[in-house]
């Protein structure tokens, strides 16, 4: 299908693509368009202006200081090419390698699909997305940043600039992902990440990926498991709370309950991976 018609603007800053969002009602920033073109090409979406960030200086590249700061424009490719962790795993199961070497980390937090998969992983990372508007710049904690369905903390005249990630040296980490077709969006993504000292979990974090209308964090899960051995049982036990909170929304692929017994499974088997069982 061909998408409506639109004007196409490529700013050279950051400044200019703020204030072109500001000047038109219905502007629509683009970046590697592997979620928005979609949209327009089905007519769900049918922006009067695009403002490509093409052109933006400064939205692009990884530095590793205190944790990471990734530049909004960081395509997965180069997530899944590095050595980041939990980070380089989930980008691996990222659709195919096009999709991969198009979409990009801010495109996908300023999406807010909650199929997709690296919104829960900055979640269970206690994230942070940074966003430059009129006003200046400001900072979203990811527990804030997805609000609904597609529906994000950001305003219609922000740009995400970067997304910072706490170190998380020493941890255990593992991002599985159930899907029908090899490729194909999540039924269920389980990131995980845990920290093990003395044989017993210091620290548990679990995101979950399309479990509801938003990315979620295993909550249950996570305070079961913390202080407790870091053995296969009391994994298998917590695991059981896995859907707590949860509502995943039936499909062609699958109803809510079957989602909910997937998850269960699937925590087992990333907290066990990411310690190492
Ligand atoms: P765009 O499509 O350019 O933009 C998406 C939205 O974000 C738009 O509303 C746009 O205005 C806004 N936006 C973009 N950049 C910014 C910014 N810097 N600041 C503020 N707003 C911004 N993703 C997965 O995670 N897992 C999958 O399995 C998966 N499968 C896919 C399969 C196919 C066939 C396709 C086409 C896509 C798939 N995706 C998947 C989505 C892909 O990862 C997207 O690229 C990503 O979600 C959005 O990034 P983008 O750069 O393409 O964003």
Same mark, same amino acid.
């Given at each position: 299908m061909i998408p409506p018609e639109f004007d196409y603007a490529a700013p050279a800053s950051l400044e200019e693509a703020i204030s072109l969002l500001q000047q038109h009602d219905d502007a629509k920033l683009i970046a590697g368009g592997h979620s928005l073109l979609p949209l327009m090409k089905l007519r769900?979406?049918?922006? $009067? #202006?695009?403002? *490509?960030? &093409?052109?933006?200086?400064?939205?692009?590249? @990884?530095?590793?200081?205190?944790?990471? &700061?990734?530049?909004?424009?960081? /395509?997965? +490719?180069?997530?899944? $090419?590095?050595?980041?962790?939990?980070?380089?795993?989930?980008? &691996?199961? %990222?659709?195919?390698?096009?999709? /991969?070497? /198009?979409?990009?980390?801010?495109?996908? #937090?300023?999406?807010? *699909?909650?199929?997709?998969?690296?919104?829960? +992983? %900055?979640?269970? #990372?206690?994230?942070? @997305?940074?966003? !430059?508007?009129?006003?200046?710049? /400001? !900072? %979203?904690?990811?527990? $804030? #940043?997805?609000?609904?369905?597609?529906?994000?903390?950001?305003? *219609? *005249? $922000?740009?995400?600039?970067?997304?910072?990630?706490p170190s998380y040296e020493g941890y255990g980490h593992a991002y599985l992902k159930f899907t029908r077709r090899a490729e194909d969006w999540a039924m269920v993504g389980v990131a995980a990440l845990v920290k093990v000292e003395g044989g017993t979990f210091s620290d548990v974090r679990v995101g979950l990926t399309h479990m509801g209308q938003t990315p979620l964090r295993a909550t249950a899960v996570e305070q079961a498991l913390t202080g407790q051995p870091a053995s296969a049982e009391a994994i298998a036990a917590a695991a059981e709370n896995a859907d707590q909170g949860t509502d995943p929304p039936g499909d062609l692929n699958a109803t809510p309950d079957y989602k909910r017994h997937l998850a269960r499974v699937m925590v087992r088997r990333a907290v066990a991976q990411a310690a190492g069982l």
């Open positions: 769900f979406a049918s922006p $009067e #202006m695009l403002v *490509d960030l &093409k052109n933006v200086p400064g939205l692009t590249g @990884i530095e590793n200081g205190s944790g990471l &700061k990734i530049g909004a424009r960081t /395509r997965h +490719v180069e997530l899944q $090419e590095g050595s980041y962790g939990l980070l380089t795993e989930a980008a &691996k199961h %990222i659709a195919d390698q096009q999709v /991969r070497n /198009r979409g990009t980390i801010g495109g996908s #937090m300023a999406h807010g *699909d909650p199929a997709s998969d690296l919104p829960a +992983v %900055i979640l269970a #990372m206690d994230g942070t @997305i940074t966003a !430059q508007g009129p006003n200046g710049e /400001r !900072q %979203i904690a990811a527990s $804030e #940043m997805w609000q609904d369905y597609l529906t994000t903390a950001l305003a *219609d *005249d $922000e740009v995400v600039t970067s997304i910072h990630v």
